[in-house]
């Protein structure tokens, strides 16, 4: 399984970005993804989670103002951002759920390279 995010950039703060996720080695259809951030200096943390069956979960920091959606036919997920912040400014990495916790980076694997956001003030 490999996974590829794109769509990062440099955007100001107000801004909107979609990044997108495709997933190679398995169908989309039923496997539940993940997308984490890792700012400099901090702990990568949870941001958002499409179950393939069971809708999607968003960290408190970004509902509201992020949206998931899944395209099987391309075997994507996206991760559509609004409203961005300065706060948001991170690499984003989408991953497999594998077992356990939805919000637990420990419960994900084949971790894709991530994609650099960036949010000024």
């Known amino acids: 399984v490999q996974l590829q995010a794109s769509g990062g950039g440099l955007v100001q703060a107000g801004g909107s970005l979609r990044l997108a996720c495709t997933i190679s080695?398995?169908?989309?259809?039923?496997?539940?993804m993940g997308w984490f951030r890792q700012a400099p200096g901090k702990e990568r943390e949870f941001v958002a989670s499409?179950?393939?069956?069971?809708?999607?979960y968003y960290a408190e920091s970004v509902k509201g103002r992020f949206t998931l959606s899944r395209d099987s036919g391309k075997n994507t997920i996206y991760l559509q951002m609004n409203n961005l912040k300065p706060e948001d400014t991170a690499v984003y990495s989408c991953?497999?759920?594998?077992?356990?916790?939805?919000?637990?980076?420990?419960?994900?694997?084949?971790w894709g390279q991530g994609t650099l956001v960036t949010v000024s003030s």
């Open positions: 080695g398995r169908p989309l259809m039923r496997t539940t």
């Open positions: 991953a497999v759920w594998q077992a356990g916790s939805y919000y637990s980076t420990t419960s994900y694997r084949a």
């Open positions: 499409s179950h393939w069956s069971a809708g999607s």
